[in-house]
């Protein structure tokens, strides 16, 4: 295809070692029952601004339970996704791969929300 991308593909150890970064300014409400309320302002799009008008102030909210909390606030560019798997499986007494696969499923979506983006440590 002429205008798609080309993905690169890394390891696993390579994904692992990767820091997830936020990439939007976003407000965190927290409720009662220990999840929160993620809200984030949209943006026109840059292709479809004349054509697509959003309102001023508009926003997007994602609701997030304590799971989603906690990876949501170790999306700080500091914190491996092994670490945030460690934390996830310490704190609600899962065993590793549970908290893997439930780990790496979230931080996916918040990808392609386009929420945070990973940075990859480079080989040497």
Known sequence: ????????????????????VR?????VSRDESGGAK?????????????????????????ELDEL????WESCDGKTSVQQIIRRLAKRYNLNLREA???????????VKRRLIGLSVPRKK
């Open 23 to 27: 990439v939007v300014e976003a407000t």
């Open 100 to 110: 893997e696969v439930a780990t790496i499923q979230f931080l996916q979506m918040l």
């Open 38 to 62: 993620l809200k984030v302002a949209l943006k026109n799009p840059r292709w479809g601004g004349w054509l697509l008008r959003m309102p001023e102030g508009a926003t997007k909210t994602f």
């Open 68 to 71: 989603g909390l906690l990876v």
């Open 1 to 20: 295809m002429l205008f798609r991308r080309r993905r690169s593909t890394i390891s696993r150890t390579e994904a692992l070692a990767a820091r997830p």
